[in-house]
């Protein structure tokens, strides 16, 4: 595991910091930053999948994807973002809140964590949350999933650059804060919903919170 599961709270956050802040020195001093080793050069297409079966460890089954939206139904000055799951075989005897209407078709085999916003210059700006529907996964309570964070790890990932899954690795770790208010504000807005909420393709955005990236590196504690 790229940081010790042994550790807890603030001493995790504080090792996933210090990996989010050696990954982001290595990246630069290779003289390829993040965005140019997710996104090639004069590669970016609007829905393009980055890469384009996802990156996924061999042993956690976590994984992710790059993308972007049309310009016009980005925030002001956003890149793309990063979905980011752990894999449904990890909840195994809990009941999900909502699940594919089939799911004898497709994958169907992730719970969605969150999806990270970077800005064009590369650097996290938002966390947010999606409706069931936008990445057709099983949707699970918040606290099952942030029992399970720590599972997020990317070190034999057999696709995407090797830099970028650690940092992505680190990112979810030192953002776990972050991450347990996006979700907690995601299940309180879904709360008493019916079911055919989840697939309501005009709720698609359930809730988000900006990323204060100096405070969550030097404050571990926060």
């Known amino acids: 595991m790229l940081i010790d599961p042994r550790l807890t709270g603030a001493e995790r956050r504080a090792a996933a910091a210090a990996e989010l802040i050696a990954t982001t020195v290595a990246m630069a001093e290779g003289g390829m930053p993040l965005m140019r080793r997710v996104v090639p050069e004069n590669d970016h297409r609007v829905w393009a999948h980055y890469p384009p079966n996802d990156a996924v460890d061999a042993a956690t089954e ?35 809140i909502a699940g594919p209407l ?27 949350s999606v409706n069931r529907w936008v990445t057709d996964e099983w949707l699970h309570a918040a606290p099952y999933i942030l029992d399970r964070l720590h599972m997020f790890d990317l070190s034999t990932a057999s696709s995407g650059d090797e830099l970028v899954n650690r940092w992505l690795t680190a990112a979810v770790a030192t953002f776990a804060p972050e991450i347990e208010s996006v979700l907690t504000s995601r299940d309180h807005a879904i709360a008493g919903a019916r079911p055919g909420f989840f697939e309501n393709r005009s709720a698609e955005i359930l809730s988000s919170i900006d990323i204060d990236l100096q405070r969550c590196v030097t404050q571990p504690d926060r």
């Open 62 to 96: 976590a994984r992710w994807f790059y993308h972007a939206h049309p310009p016009e139904e980005r925030e002001a000055g956003e890149h793309g973002h990063f979905h980011l799951f752990l894999d449904r075989d990890a909840f195994g005897g809990v009941e999900a």
């Open 102 to 128: 089939d799911p004898q078709t497709g994958d169907a085999r992730v719970v969605h964590i969150a999806a990270l916003s970077i800005d064009l210059v590369g650097l996290p700006t938002t966390l947010f």
